[in-house]
């Protein structure tokens, strides 16, 4: 099944809509590097999410170093892709900017938002990226936190290698319409 089926032309040919549609989780990278260009307008794009009373909470670690990405990705056990990558955006929620009370962990859903604008946005480069968990397993945010030396007030909720694709993968088919509702309301 084509991922556009009995989508009209003028919404199946739209390039956002595409680009949503055909984006993939890519772990493995050419030698390749991620311009400056390219770097600031995938940060650019994470910062454009929408956030909880536009609170923004998140901080965007940029690791280039080739060595602190092999440490990376021998710390992490779901990140090992990190050695390959020319580099990885640590995606943090200040602490700082957290909304209080009983909104205070909105800040998780204000940085997956951040998160998949990043993902979105390498891929319209062409670029790929892969989302590796890190919050809330203890286990894999402390050692990212002793080996940047991260501020306590920040939390490092995940890690996102990104770099030129070394496959082309094509997009799975993740439509499920039993999974759609429309309730009757009483």
Known sequence: MR??????AEIAENPAYTGILSRTSVRR???????????????????AAPSGVNKQPWEFIVVDDRDTLARLADVLPYAKMAAQAPLAIIVCGNKQRFLPGVDDNLWEQDCSAASE?????????????VWTCLYPHPERMEPVTRLLDLSSDLIPFNLIPIGHPATNHPPMDKWHPDRIHFPKTK
């Open 29 to 47: 990278y050419t030698d390749a590097p991620v311009t400056d260009e390219q770097l600031t307008a995938i940060l650019r794009a994470a910062m």
């Open 117 to 129: 604008n990043i993902l979105l946005a390498a891929h319209a480069l062409g670029l790929g990226g």
């Open 3 to 8: 991922l556009t089926e009995n989508i009209p």
